[in-house]
């Protein structure tokens, strides 16, 4: 049961560089959703997806995109990496979208550092 | 739009002692309220959440949390700690149109004397 699966665990970027934060859940999870982690700021929502097929924008969506081609998998996009990206990502999963009491079930999440 | 204050950034308290870690936040409807935990170099965990009924929730490692809409707080306690609960804590308030996203505070780290 491997639940929210994220690679890599560690990256080193320069700057204008791209590159992808894989993530996987085995949980027939309905809703996926990436946040970053900052000191001080807690975990500020990216992009999420309610289903294959469906993304949208969370708070902080600039400089990144998602795609959901399958419900297993939401990889984020970084374009052309800068160091305010610089952060610690969280890739996130819920089961359903209906009740708004699901929590999340978060994988261990990807340290990134742009120089 | 929703927020999340927890006012303590650090506490330190020995071990054995009671515990309570602030938060409140800001929504505008019934809010479904959540702590999370995170230990060092791991994904967040949940401890417990609140949608309805009782405004007192049980969670896990014996810690619980109370739900006070008159102060839009949602603080979590402890009676005992130990060694290792450790870690960085976070209150979240589901938001968005099912409040399927979810806004999370600042985190108070907490750290514990032997």
């Known amino acids: 049961n491997a639940g929210v699966t994220q690679t890599p665990k560690f990256q080193v970027l320069k700057t204008g560089q791209s590159m992808t934060l894989q993530c996987a859940q085995d949980?027939?999870?309905?809703?996926m959703s990436w946040y970053r982690q900052d000191p001080g700021m807690g975990l500020r929502l990216i992009h999420y997806?309610?289903?294959?097929?469906?993304?949208d924008q969370g708070e902080v969506p600039n400089g990144y995109n998602v795609s959901r081609s399958t419900t297993e998998d939401f990889p984020l996009r970084l374009l052309s990496a800068a160091p305010s990206q610089t952060s610690v990502y969280f890739c996130?999963?819920?089961?359903?979208?209906?009740?708004?009491?699901?929590?999340?079930?978060f994988g261990n999440g990807t340290r990134l550092t742009v120089t | 739009a929703q927020s999340v204050t927890q006012p303590d950034i650090h506490i330190t308290v020995s071990e054995g002692a009671s515990l309570e870690l602030r938060c409140n936040y800001s929504?505008?409807?019934?809010?479904?309220l959540f702590w999370y935990v995170q230990s060092p170099g791991q994904g967040l965990q949940l401890l417990l959440k609140?949608?309805?009924?009782?405004?007192l929730v049980q969670g896990i490692k014996g810690f619980e949390a109370e739900f006070k809409r008159s102060q839009s707080s949602f603080n979590l306690r402890k009676p005992s700690v130990h060694w290792s609960d450790a870690a960085e804590y976070f209150c979240?308030?589901?938001?968005?149109?099912?409040?399927?996203?979810?806004?999370f505070g600042p985190g108070t780290r907490l750290s514990v004397l032997p």
């Open positions: 996130a999963s819920s089961p359903t979208i209906g009740t708004g009491n699901s929590p999340l079930h």
């Open positions: 949980m027939n999870h309905e809703y």
């Open positions: 997806s309610v289903g294959a097929g469906i993304t």
């Open positions: 929504y505008g409807a019934t809010p479904y």
């Open positions: 609140y949608f309805s009924g009782d405004t």
């Open positions: 979240a308030v589901g938001a968005g149109d099912y409040g399927q996203n979810f806004v």
